[in-house]
């Protein structure tokens, strides 16, 4: 069982169409991070949520922490080519102190 | 300008090989990792080091020696390796212990 449960696994959308990823765990987290990976390229920080119920705006993309910290959520709007990508989450536990992550969401977005 | 550069970015070896992966970070952070992403895209952390002190040492066969000589670099070596051994291996570093990863390219290791 994964600490950090991502869904969907695999995503295919076409141009224009809004998405939600989902981060769901039913540990409390001090902070979650999201991240896009690129075919042959690692994992770039795409933001980072701390506080209970904050959400944070990045261009098209809404990141969303739940009030109780145990989830997040990613959203996509009017999704383009260049979104295609895995999406990670990851967490760091308010018990623990290490940052895990997700198994991660592969969304392709078709023009 | 490279935050994190690993080498080689391709490495294809026979089972049995001992082999090595570097990494150097000039970021001035003071943590580093090694991370493994397997054919499902899973990452896995193996190893991380803070101010050259092994913090973090996962259930990783002994085949896996890390070694950082300095803040700046976290090295990988691997002995006798086997097929299983097969994946993409990221180096990673933060400013400290919980602040956001950055990531290197990768290495993607096949071994025959």
């Known amino acids: 069982t994964q600490l950090l449960e991502q869904s969907p696994q695999f995503l295919s959308i076409q141009e224009g169409e809004n998405l939600t990823v989902y981060c769901n765990s039913s540990?409390?987290?001090?902070?979650l991070q999201w991240y896009r990976q690129e075919p042959g390229e690692g994992p770039v920080l795409l933001v980072t949520?701390?506080?209970?119920?904050e959400v944070k705006k990045l261009k098209r993309l809404t990141f969303q922490f739940g009030d109780a910290r145990k989830d997040s959520s990613l959203h996509i709007t009017a999704a383009q080519p260049g979104d295609t990508g895995l999406y990670l989450c990851?967490?760091?536990?308010?018990?623990?102190?290490?940052?895990?992550f997700g198994e991660g969401t592969q969304l392709t977005v078709n023009p | 300008d490279t935050a994190v550069s690993q080498t080689p970015k391709y490495l294809v070896t026979q089972m049995g090989n001992d082999k090595s992966i570097k990494c150097e970070q000039n970021?001035?952070?003071?943590?580093m990792y090694w991370y493994k992403q397997d054919s499902k895209k899973f990452l896995k952390i193996m190893f991380s080091?803070?101010?050259?002190?092994?913090?973090i040492n996962e259930t990783v066969p002994n085949r896996f020696s890390p070694k950082s000589p300095d803040k700046a670099h976290l090295n990988l070596h691997i002995n006798s390796l086997e097929l299983g051994d097969s994946a993409v291996y990221f180096c990673?570093?933060?400013?400290?212990?919980?602040?956001?990863?950055?990531f290197g390219n990768g290495t993607r290791l096949t071994v025959t």
């Open positions: 990673a570093s933060s400013q400290n212990v919980n602040s956001p990863l950055h």
């Open positions: 540990s409390v987290f001090s902070s």
């Open positions: 949520v701390v506080t209970g119920g």
């Open positions: 990851a967490g760091v536990r308010t018990s623990g102190s290490r940052l895990t």
């Open positions: 970021l001035g952070h003071d943590t």
């Open positions: 080091y803070n101010n050259k002190e092994l913090i």
